[in-house]
T-cell receptor, first 112, second 114 residues
Framework: LAKTTQPISMDSYEGQEVNITCSHNNIATNDYITWYQQFPSQGPRFIIQGYKTKVTNEVASLFIPADRKSSTLSLPRVSLSDTAVYYCLVGDFTSGTYKYIFGTGTRLKVLA | EAQVTQNPRYLITVTGKKLTVTCSQNMNHEYMSWYRQDPGLGLRQIYYSMNVEVTDKGDVPEGYKVSRKEKRNFPLILESPSPNQTSLYFC?????????????FGQGTRLTVV
């Protein structure tokens, strides 16, 4: 059973780079790792996904080591509007199931 | 516009009174799922469906039922709600699974069972 662990909370200042790590064991061999952002009273919103090494899009980067037991979401130069909860998501495709497991979530607070 | 629509957004009900929360997506996605979100516990998957007439339990299925008679709809049914099912519920849809994991979420349904 895939299980994910994230830091509960982080504080940062505007303009800084923020790195949030998710530990995940036993994810499916061919499964991707996905990260979501959630604001209060809204559904999670897709940020980025990757399989291995490094992926970058217009809002974030994702680093995944060769053993794929963890992943790090990197937000460059955060602003106040990045204050939100960030979740990693992995699949649990063992024993014929096709479940998805969210991480515990990291509450990021960006300070002025 | 691609979207997942849940109804109602807010619901207060009494213990034991059957209710249904509807979910509809307009993206022709195969994979749909329901999550509940509780303080300190994050999002937990209740049920999922890989296609029409194919459903399976997630991590917290007790007390819930689902059906998938059409590809676009995936209602969540609480036959006999109890106070411990008071929670924020989200429906989500994905084009597939495995390599395709960008999920689109509804706006949520805040359920209170008294």
């Amino acid at each position: 059973l895939a299980k994910t662990t994230q830091p509960i909370s982080m504080d940062s200042y505007e303009g800084q780079e923020v790195n949030i790590t998710c530990s995940h064991n036993n994810i499916a061999t061919n499964d991707y790792i996905t990260w979501y952002q959630q604001f209060p009273s809204q559904g999670p919103r897709f940020i980025i996904q990757g399989y291995k090494t490094k992926v970058t899009n217009e809002v974030a980067s994702l680093f995944i080591p060769a053993d794929r037991k963890s992943s790090t979401l990197s937000l460059p130069r955060v602003s106040l509007s990045d204050t939100a909860v960030y979740y990693c998501l992995v699949g649990d495709f063992t024993s014929g199931t096709y479940k998805y497991i969210f991480g515990t979530g990291t509450r990021l607070k960006v300070l002025a | 516009e691609a979207q997942v629509t849940q109804n109602p957004r807010y619901l207060i009900t009494v213990t034991g009174k059957k209710l249904t929360v509807t979910c509809s997506q307009n993206m022709n996605h195969e994979y749909m799922s329901w999550y509940r979100q509780d303080p300190g516990l994050g999002l937990r998957q209740i049920y999922y469906s890989m296609n029409v007439e194919v459903t399976d339990k997630g991590d917290v299925p007790e007390g819930y039922k689902v059906s998938r008679k059409e590809k676009r709809n995936f209602p969540l049914i609480l036959e006999s709600p109890s106070p411990n099912q008071t929670s924020l519920y989200f429906c989500a849809s994905t084009a597939g699974w495995g390599q395709v994991t960008e999920a689109f979420f509804g706006q949520g349904t805040r359920l209170t069972v008294v």
